[in-house]
């Protein structure tokens, strides 16, 4: 059985909500989540590429959300 890490865990909790925003207010609640995973994680070392993972599914929202 996998347990999930706590980061692990975040990082699947801000994935669901940036997914889950249709408005732009939303997405901007959004982006202050990924900026204050960011700064939470960064101080132990996150692999770069949540980071990178991140940014990329906010902007694919960004998108839908203005069509």
Known sequence: MLTLTAIDQSY???I???ESCNTKEQLECASKMVENFKFLYRKIG??????YN???????QRIICQS
């Open 54 to 60: 991140l940014n990329e599914v906010l902007n694919k």
């Open 46 to 51: 996150y692999p770069k590429m949540l980071s």
């Open 12 to 14: 699947h909790k801000v």
């Open 16 to 18: 669901t909500t940036i």
